[in-house]
C-alpha cells in the first residue's frame, strides 16, 4: 500500500529564517505530487506541482520554492521567511497520468513564522 | 478563474439527522469533482470522487451528487453521528493537475 509522509510535523521559525519541509511517498512510481498551503481562514492554496524528477510548476508567485530531487520525493524551500508563510503544509499525491485521479494527502506540517 | 463556494461554513446538528452539504463552482469545464474530510491539525482524507461524466457516487452512508451544466455538488450524509464531526471539502479539478479548493463546511455533530 501507498504512504505519504511529511516532516516535520510542527516548526517555529523567525522570520528571515531558511526553510525546508520534505515529503516522501512510498509504494507507488512517478507519482504526481503536490504542495499545498492552508492559512487560517483560508482555503486550501495550491503551492507547486510536478509530474516527473525536476518538473516543477508554480501556481503562486512567492518567495518558495520546490524541487524534486528523487521520483518520491519533494521538498519545499524558502531563503528567507516572511510572517505571512505562516500556515499549515500539505503535501498530496496522485497516481502518474493526467492528475485526475484522487488525491493523497500527508499529514501536514504546521510552520509558525515570529 | 474557478471559484468555489460551500455553504454553510458552519453546522451543527443532533446526532442521527440527515445532512445535506453544498459545494458550487462557476466554470462548468471541470474534470472532477472530490469530497474530504478534514480532521483538526490533520491531513484531508478522500471520502468521493465522481468524474464530470458522471452524476453520483456512493460510499457508505455517503453520497455525493455532481450538476455539472448547473455547476453545483452535494454531499448527503445519512444518519449522522459524532464521528462525522470534521470539516468538509469539495474540490473540482479544472486542468489536467490544478485542484480548486472551497473553504469548507465545519459539521459539528453532538450527541
Known amino acids: 500500500s501507498q504512504t505519504i509522509h511529511q516532516w516535520p510535523a510542527t516548526l517555529v521559525q523567525p522570520v528571515g529564517s531558511p526553510l525546508s519541509l520534505e515529503c516522501t511517498v512510498e509504494?507507488?512510481?512517478?507519482?504526481?505530487l503536490y504542495w499545498y498551503r492552508q492559512a487560517a481562514g483560508r482555503g486550501l492554496q495550491l503551492l507547486f506541482y510536478s509530474v516527473g524528477i525536476g518538473q516543477i510548476s508554480s501556481e503562486v508567485p512567492q518567495n518558495l520554492s520546490a524541487s524534486r530531487p528523487q521520483d518520491r520525493q519533494f521538498i519545499l524551500s524558502s531563503k528567507k521567511l516572511l510572517l505571512s508563510d505562516s500556515g499549515f503544509y500539505l503535501c498530496a499525491w496522485s497516481p502518474t497520468g493526467l492528475g485526475t485521479d484522487t488525491q493523497y494527502f500527508g499529514p501536514g506540517t504546521r510552520l509558525t513564522v515570529l | 478563474k474557478q471559484e468555489v463556494t460551500q455553504i454553510p461554513a458552519a453546522l451543527s446538528v443532533p446526532e442521527g439527522e440527515n445532512l445535506v452539504l453544498n459545494c458550487s463552482f462557476t466554470?462548468?469545464?471541470?474534470?472532477?469533482l472530490q469530497w474530504f474530510r478534514q480532521d483538526p491539525g490533520k491531513g484531508l482524507t478522500s471520502l468521493l470522487l465522481?468524474?464530470?461524466?458522471?452524476r453520483e457516487q456512493t460510499s457508505g452512508r455517503l453520497n455525493a451528487s455532481l450538476d455539472k451544466s448547473s455547476g453545483r455538488s452535494t454531499l448527503y450524509i445519512a444518519a449522522s453521528q459524532p464521528g462525522d464531526s470534521a470539516t468538509y471539502l469539495c474540490a473540482v479539478m479544472r486542468g489536467s493537475y490544478i485542484p480548486t479548493f472551497g473553504r469548507g463546511t465545519s459539521l459539528i455533530v453532538h450527541p
Open positions: 466554470d462548468s469545464a471541470i474534470y472532477n
Open positions: 465522481i468524474q464530470s461524466s458522471q
Open positions: 509504494g507507488t512510481s512517478n507519482p504526481n
